[in-house]
């Protein structure tokens, strides 16, 4: 494994020890039940499209994250909703590791070379 791939990984670790807090899938699929019609919930059900085959790709599990994360992962494309005060990212893989997922580390990698955007991130990683 090469030194860049390393850093990445580190930085993605801690970029979920810092944005992700809680499995909320039981939760999301119980408020399905009870309110069907609720447009975030509704907005859950949907991953992002996938180019390849021009649909959605399946929501496997939902998350709660926190707002920042919420927003960088909505600006590539995420399924992300506020939910009753909660911001829920619809993952759409599972059984790995969430700082293995593609989309973590594409904003790890990102938030490591803006470093002036982020300076807490950068230093936290740094350490």
Not at 63 to 85: D, M, P, R, S
């Amino acid at each position: 494994m090469t030194i860049e791939k390393k850093a990445i990984q580190k930085a993605a670790e801690v970029l979920v020890d810092d944005h992700v807090m809680w499995n909320v899938n039981e939760l999301i699929t119980r408020l399905q039940e009870i309110d069907p019609d609720h447009d975030e919930l509704y907005d859950l059900s949907f991953g992002p499209l996938d180019e390849e085959t021009g649909e959605h790709r399946e929501v496997l599990t939902h998350v709660q994250v926190t707002e920042t994360l919420g927003c960088w992962l909505k600006e590539k494309g995420e399924a992300v909703a506020e939910i009753y005060g909660l911001t829920v990212w619809g993952r759409t893989t599972y059984g790995q590791m969430i700082c293995m997922d593609y989309v973590i580390e594409e904003i790890a990698l990102e938030k490591m070379l803006v470093r002036g955007r982020d300076d807490y991130f950068i230093h936290k990683w740094a350490k």
